[in-house]
C-alpha cells in the first residue's frame, strides 16, 4: 500500500513537537537575521532512543524559542499544517500550551493559533485543522485554571477551530487530582478532554483517578496494562487510544515494537488510532507511522481502514465533517481494491 496516498487522520500532534528540520530552519533565521552560526538542530531531534521520558520534555525548549512571537508562531502553524497536508493528512487536531512569553501574553499566543488555522483554511483546502490548547501539569493548577477560563472565552470567537482540551506535560511531579475541578468546567462548557495517561510506569492510581473522571480520548496508555483493574476499566469504557509507536520507542516508555499495546488494544478491538505526538522531534510523519505499524503487526488494507473510520469517529469533527471523511477515506480504499485486481 502506498502509505503516503492514504488519505489519513492524526489525532495527537503537539504544535511545537512538529517542525520539520525546513520549519526550524525558516523559524531560527527569522530570529537571528544576522547569525551565521551552524543551527543547533540536533538540540530538537532524539537521534537516539532515550532512557527517561524528563529528557524529552528538554527537546521542546528549543523549538519555545523560536516560537516566542506571534511572527513566528503564526509561520511555525502555517508551515506545520502544510506539512502535515503534503503527507496527505485530511483532518488534523492540533495541541498546544498557550504560554506568556517576552513578546506576547497567552492570549495573544492563543488568538496568533486560532488566526493562523483559520487564515490556512485558503491556503490548504484540502486539510480540516482543529485545535486543542493544551494544560501543561508542569505549569500548575492555578495557570491551567486560568488558562480553561481563557480556552472557554476564546471559544465564544472561534467555534469553529477550539474543539476541546488536552492535559499533557511531565507526569512526573504532578498531580492529576488537581487538575480535576478545572477540567470538569471545561466538560461543564462543552469541551471535548483528551489526555496523557499512563505514560509511565507505577502511576496505578493515577491512571483510575482518570478513567473515573473519563475522557473523550486518551494519548498514549502506555502502562493501562500494568493493572488488570485500570486495563479492564479501559476495555470497558471503550475510551479511543492515540497511539504514538515512534515517540514511545524514541522516549523510551516501550522498548521492543513487538511489545507496542497497539497490539493488544487491536487483538482487544479496542478503538485506537495511528498519531505522529511529534513528527520534528522523532523524525518521523503519520505515513511512515502507518507504514511501520502495518508491517509490525501485519496489518491488512481493511485493518487500515477501519483504523482510519475509527479515528474519525473519535476525532471532534462536526457530524457533517466526519461523514465527508469517511466517504473520502471508504472511496480510497474501493478504488485501490479496484486497480488492485485489474493488476
Ligand atoms: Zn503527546
Given at each position: 500500500m502506498d502509505f503516503r496516498r492514504l488519505p489519513k487522520i492524526e489525532l495527537h500532534a503537539h504544535l511545537n513537537g512538529s517542525l520539520s528540520n525546513a520549519n526550524i530552519l525558516e523559524l531560527y533565521f527569522l530570529k537571528y537575521p544576522k547569525k551565521d552560526e551552524e543551527i543547533n538542530a540536533k538540540a530538537y531531534k532524539v537521534e537516539k532512543n532515550l532512557k527517561k521520558l524528563t529528557e524529552c520534555f528538554i527537546k521542546f525548549k528549543y523549538a519555545h524559542e523560536l516560537t516566542d512571537c506571534p511572527e513566528r508562531l503564526a509561520r511555525a502553524t502555517e508551515n506545520v499544517i502544510r506539512d502535515f497536508s503534503a503527507d496527505n493528512v485530511v483532518y488534523l487536531e492540533l495541541r498546544t500550551t498557550p504560554r506568556a512569553t517576552e513578546y506576547m501574553t497567552k492570549e495573544i499566543y492563543l488568538k496568533t493559533v486560532c488566526e493562523t488555522i483559520r487564515k490556512c483554511r485558503e491556503i490548504f483546502p484540502e486539510i480540516i485543522v482543529k485545535l486543542l490548547p493544551s494544560i501543561d501539569r508542569s505549569y500548575g493548577v492555578k495557570n491551567a485554571s486560568e488558562t480553561i477560563d481563557m480556552i472557554i472565552e476564546f471559544r465564544e470567537n472561534f467555534p469553529d477551530v477550539i474543539v476541546g482540551v488536552d492535559v499533557s506535560g511531565n507526569p512526573i511531579g504532578t498531580e492529576f487530582r488537581k487538575f480535576r475541578d478545572c477540567l470538569q468546567k471545561a466538560r461543564n462548557a462543552g469541551l471535548k478532554i483528551a489526555v496523557h495517561c499512563a505514560e509511565t510506569k507505577g502511576t496505578v492510581d493515577e491512571n483510575m483517578e482518570m478513567l473515573d473522571f473519563g475522557m473523550e480520548r486518551m494519548g498514549?496508555?502506555?502502562?493501562?496494562?500494568?493493572s488488570p483493574e485500570t486495563w479492564n476499566k479501559l476495555l470497558e469504557k471503550k475510551i479511543f487510544v492515540e497511539c504514538c509507536i515512534s515517540s514511545n520507542l524514541k522516549c523510551g516508555t516501550v522498548v521492543d515494537i513487538d511489545q507496542h499495546h497497539i497490539k493488544k488494544l487491536l487483538d482487544a478491538d479496542h478503538p485506537v488510532g495511528i498519531c505522529t505526538d511529534d513528527f520534528g522531534v522523532f523524525d518521523t510523519n503519520l505515513s511512515r507511522e502507518f507504514e511501520i505499524c502495518s508491517k509490525t503487526f501485519n496489518l491488512s488494507s481493511t485493518d487500515i481502514e477501519s483504523i482510519i473510520l475509527t479515528s474519525i469517529e473519535h476525532s471532534f469533527a462536526t457530524d457533517s465533517e466526519k461523514s465527508t471523511l469517511k466517504t473520502l477515506v471508504s472511496d480510497f480504499f474501493t478504488e485501490t481494491e479496484q486497480a488492485e485486481n485489474f493488476t
Open positions: 498514549h496508555g502506555t502502562f493501562m496494562n500494568e
